[in-house]
């Protein structure tokens, strides 16, 4: 089992460009979930799923969008690129319900200069 | 606002000692507490949970909660250098979803 797997792990973007952050579970959980993590802070939720075709708001959603078609895969998509959207962001998985033990991935460093 | 609220640090602590970190959180209604270990560049992994108030102990964390007080904390006895990290406590309140405190550093000297 390969867990959470993220990519890429670093990237850099320019203000106003877009791309996709991509995350892949195999473990065949139906929760998934978009953190963010600032330096010195937490996580914060940016958006979950609780099963393909299902997603919904976290946290701090905006300047954000997900999808999910398939159980395995999460993608996070940014338009539009911010710098206050530099952050490492974090992908994870759980079995059954957010109350299961949270499997997360080894994230993705982005700076938007 | 739901908030989970620890001390930043950094918590210095000698080895083979008791190291103490401490959490609050505002949400009444919270019934489910984790406790998260993050290697600096590292992604966060569970290292206890705990749902009654009480102590529950693993090896050589224990975790302590009580709801009266919105208080939850993880002791960690014989304190190793790899013990080292970033500590997060999270709390699931209303909407079901996990909120995170910022984190204590804990760092254990040899």
């Known amino acids: 089992n390969a867990g959470v797997t993220q990519t890429p792990k670093f990237r850099i973007l320019k203000i106003g460009q877009s791309m996709t952050l991509q995350c892949a579970q195999d473990?065949?959980?139906?929760?998934m979930y978009w953190y963010r993590q600032d330096p010195g802070m937490g996580l914060k939720l940016i958006y979950y799923?609780?099963?393909?075709?299902?997603?919904d708001k976290g946290e701090v959603p905006n300047g954000y969008n997900v999808s999910r078609s398939t159980t395995e895969d999460f993608p996070l998509r940014l338009e539009l690129a911010a710098p206050s959207q530099t952050s490492v962001y974090f992908c994870a998985s759980s079995e059954l319900s957010s109350y299961n033990e949270q499997f997360f991935g080894p994230g993705t460093r982005l700076t938007v200069l | 606002q739901k908030e989970v609220e620890q001390n930043s640090g950094p918590l210095s602590v000698p080895e083979g000692a008791i190291a103490s970190l401490n959490c609050t959180y505002s949400?009444?209604?919270?019934?489910?507490f984790f406790w998260y270990r993050q290697y600096s560049g590292k992604s966060p992994e569970l290292i206890m949970s705990?749902?009654?108030?009480g102590d529950k102990e693993d090896g050589r964390f224990t975790a302590q909660l009580n709801k009266a007080s919105q208080y939850v904390s993880l002791l960690i006895r014989d304190s190793q250098p790899s013990d080292s990290a970033t500590y997060l406590c999270a709390v699931i309140s209303a909407g079901n979803m996990l909120t995170f405190g910022g984190g204590t550093r804990l760092m254990v000297k040899p």
């Open positions: 799923s609780v099963g393909a075709g299902i997603t």
């Open positions: 473990m065949n959980h139906n929760y």
């Open positions: 949400d009444r209604v919270s019934q489910s």
């Open positions: 705990i749902y009654s108030n």
